[in-house]
Structures are given as C-alpha cells and as structure tokens.
C-alpha cells in the first residue's frame, strides 16, 4: 500500500514561486503514474499536471501553462510540481496521487487509487 505525504505549500506574494513535494513510500514512484491536483472551497477538483512512468508530462490547466514544471527525482521516490509567477487564482490546496492501475496520464481523479492529504498553497499580498 503506498502513503504519500506532499509538502512545500505555504504563503506566498504574487509573482511568487513555490515547489510542491510529492513523497511517497511503499513502492517505486517511477512504476505508475502521478497526478498533480487542485481545490477551491466549493470548487470540483480539477487535474493540474500529471507524470507517466516513462517520464512523460501532461499539462491540464491553461491558466498554469508555461508557469509551472513537474518532475520526479526516482532516487528520493518523489515528485514535485514547481510553480513559477503565482498569481491569487492559484490559491487552493494541492493534492498529490498516484494511479497504480496504469502507467500513463489522465486528468480525472476517478483514474488515480492513492491520495496525500494535500498542502495549501495561498498567493496574496
């Protein structure tokens, strides 16, 4: 069973930049793959970047395009989702997961088995 633990949200002014860590234990991160989401209060959770395991990337929100990076360190079992020029609109909790049921990307929540708690990202002045 894996556990994933995400890290690196916090308080952060406009223009900002932040990386997310996505640490997971119980088996090999570079087996499946890793989804990057997102929730407002009183929102749907929407996909925001996904990494396969063969190290391909997705990018799900147009709003984030060019702003933000993922990437996975396979020593460390860990993926991180990097964002660059935050903006207020990007204020939400991030949560992490993984789909052990396959090896590429999706953009729905319904496709991915194991989730962290999350960690709150909050861009304002």
């Known amino acids: 069973q894996l556990q994933i633990v995400e890290s690196g949200g916090g308080l952060v002014q406009p223009g900002g930049s932040l990386r997310l860590s996505c640490a997971v234990t119980?088996?090999?991160?570079?087996?499946?793959?890793t989804g990057w989401f997102r929730q407002v209060p009183g929102k749907a959770r929407e996909g925001v970047s996904c990494?396969?395991?063969?190290?391909?990337?997705?990018d799900y929100v147009d709003s984030m395009k060019g702003r933000f990076t993922i990437s996975r360190d396979n020593a460390k079992n860990t993926v991180y989702l990097e964002i660059n020029s935050l903006k207020p609109e990007d204020t939400a909790v991030y949560s992490c997961?993984?789909?052990?049921?396959?090896?590429?990307?999706?953009?729905?929540?319904?496709?991915?088995?194991?989730w962290g708690q999350g960690t709150q990202v909050t861009v304002s002045s």
């Open positions: 997961a993984v789909a052990i049921r396959a090896l590429v990307c999706s953009s729905s929540e319904k496709f991915y088995d194991y």
């Open positions: 119980g088996d090999r991160v570079d087996y499946y793959a």
């Open positions: 990494i396969a395991s063969n190290g391909d990337t997705r």
